[in-house]
Nanobody, 120 residues
Framework: HVQLVESGGGSVQAGGSLTLSCTAS????????VGWYRQVPDFECEWIST???????TYADSVKGRFTISRDNAKNTVYLQMHSLRSEDTALYYC???????????????WGQGTQVTVS
């Protein structure tokens, strides 16, 4: 069955960096837009970034200039490099194919279980 697996989360001090990975199985990313979003318990989902099938990228204002999304189609993996992390970046991070976010709610065609990022 289709699976998206996020990895790379962890605990880091403010100002530090992490790189998240999103790897798909039984599903080929190559022809899909893939996005990252995050959620804090009892708070709304926040869209972070999307990379289109053609490689174009978009970012939320809150992460622009600090986060970089990229994809390696050969590895069927999408990455999110995060630099200059802040305490407010603490959240559970998810990737999803064909991600759509609106009014604090995010949904994708496929999505993973998330990886926790904690910035102190």
């Amino acid at each position: 069955h289709v699976q998206l697996v996020e990895s790379g989360g962890g605990s880091v001090q403010a100002g530090g960096s992490l790189t998240l990975s999103c790897t798909a199985s039984e599903f080929t990313f190559e022809d899909s837009d893939v996005g990252w979003y995050r959620q804090v318990p009892d708070f709304e989902c926040e869209w972070i970034s999307t990379i289109s099938a053609d490689g174009s990228t978009t970012y939320a204002d809150s992460v622009k200039g600090r986060f970089t999304i990229s994809r390696d189609n050969a590895k069927n993996t999408v990455y999110l490099q995060m630099h200059s992390l802040r305490s407010e970046d603490t959240a559970l991070y998810y990737c999803a194919s064909d991600l759509y976010c609106s009014n604090g709610y995010c949904v994708g065609h496929y999505w993973g279980q998330g990886t926790q990022v904690t910035v102190s």
